[in-house]
């Protein structure tokens, strides 16, 4: 599936944006309202997706900073940010320092910030944000490194919004009788470290959760499923030759009937009836305090 391609980030952008609860991006801007700048910190930023489908919701002055140890993805943001703004009808300008775009009353100053975020120890990281954000994050990291985000989050008395964090769910449609043994391996794929330590897979959103709200956050939560069509071929592709990889490397004595099964999804896929529904949540929590 090459979650970390720049291939498979674009391919999912659009799909991302529909599947997304709406209703909490909302909420996000009504909660930040009071700014005259809105400080935004989005981790795990990849090429920006993330900050493209947020900046409509928010006030109309916002700095972000976008952070990620991936050097390459980070090194395509500001063409991909350029090509959203002036794909808008805004106004963008590169600087020694990011890319600032404006549109009438509106402006938004974006830089990148390349690092690790496995220990969460840069405190200038996370200083004066109003925001912390991401996207299909939280199910690749563990509940040491949620626990420890909370902290951060509640130090600066920071909004939290998280999205698209898998929940463990995949319904395939129509039903082939190894899709339970996929779901399961897929599963467990998803528990396996992924450079944070024991990844909490389809429990990242009710860890967050129970993270934030021992701090006296208030949590709002909604499943933003990803609902994939005919019309979804490439996507429904991708995500199967993706999860016959993790399941085979999880239980290698089943490669056989794990390889039969993707056959058969690829051939109900290039038919034009297959419908996959992928399970996601996103989260949204409001501090005790407002932010600094």
Not at 149 to 158: K, N, T
């Amino acid at each position: 599936m090459g979650e970390f391609s720049a291939a498979w980030l674009h391919l999912r952008e659009p799909v991302d944006a529909a599947s997304r609860a709406r209703h909490l991006a909302r909420a996000t801007g009504e909660a930040l309202g009071h700014a005259a700048w809105v400080h935004v910190l989005d981790l795990g930023a990849g090429t920006g997706s993330n900050t493209r489908y947020l900046a409509g919701y928010l006030p109309r002055r916002q700095r972000w900073i976008l952070a990620d140890a991936d050097a390459a993805l980070l090194g395509q943001v500001g063409d991909e940010m350029y090509r959203w703004a002036t794909g808008c009808g805004y106004t963008a300008t590169f600087t020694p320092e990011g890319l600032e775009v404006s549109h009438g009353a509106h402006q938004w100053d974006i830089r990148t910030r390349l690092g690790s975020l496995a220990a969460l120890d840069d405190e200038e990281l996370f200083a004066g944000q109003h925001l912390v954000t991401a996207s299909a994050l939280l199910d690749l990291v563990s509940r040491h490194w949620v626990e420890a985000l909370a902290v951060r989050c509640h130090a600066q008395g920071a909004l939290v919004h998280m999205a698209l964090s898998y929940d463990g769910r995949i319904e395939c449609s129509p039903a082939d009788p190894d899709d339970g043994l996929v779901r399961t391996l897929v599963n467990e794929h998803q528990v396996t470290d992924k450079g944070f330590g024991p990844a909490l897979g389809p429990s990242a959103a009710s860890e967050t959760a129970r993270s934030l709200e021992r701090l006296a956050y208030r949590v709002e939560r909604h499943q933003s499923d990803w609902l994939l069509g005919p019309c979804d071929r490439e996507m429904q592709e991708a995500l199967v030759q993706g999860w016959a990889s993790a399941a085979a490397s999880i239980a290698p004595e089943h490669a056989g009937s794990i390889e039969a099964w993707a056959t058969r999804r690829q051939r109900v896929i290039e038919a034009g009836t297959s419908s996959l529904v992928v399970g996601h949540e996103d989260l949204l929590a409001h501090p005790p305090r407002p932010p600094r």
